[in-house]
């Protein structure tokens, strides 16, 4: 059973930087996409960042903030997000599709003064 658990979330002030780590379980982890998105309140998720081998994608809203990495040997895959804005707000949730797709939890980034 493939399972997926995110952490590192929280409160920051505009500016401050957030590291959110996804463990996975149950998977060839190494041969797979992983991906972060991210849902505000009233909005449907969106598509963050992509990772598989060396080769990232990421959303424009993000590109040059935020850095999607992953470390095969433990099973995970980290957003490093720097210069946080209010926008930045939202539920973050890792994702990989082995044929279906299989989210995580999530965790509550919240950015505000």
């Known amino acids: 059973q493939v399972q997926l658990v995110e952490s590192g979330g929280g409160r920051v002030q505009p500016g401050g930087s957030l590291r959110l780590t996804c463990a996975a379980s149950?998977?060839?982890?190494?041969?797979?996409?992983m991906s972060w998105h991210r849902q505000a309140p009233g909005n449907e998720r969106e598509f963050v960042a992509a990772?598989?081998?060396?080769?990232?994608n990421y959303a424009g809203s993000v590109r040059g903030r935020f850095t999607i990495s992953r470390d095969n040997g433990k099973n995970t895959v980290y957003l490093q997000m720097n210069n946080l804005k209010p926008e930045d707000t939202a539920v973050y949730y890792c994702?990989?599709?082995?044929?279906?797709?299989?989210w995580g939890q999530g965790t509550q980034v919240t950015v505000s003064s």
């Open positions: 149950g998977l060839t982890f190494s041969s797979t996409v």
């Open positions: 994702r990989v599709d082995i044929g279906s797709t299989v």
């Open positions: 990772i598989l081998n060396g080769n990232t």
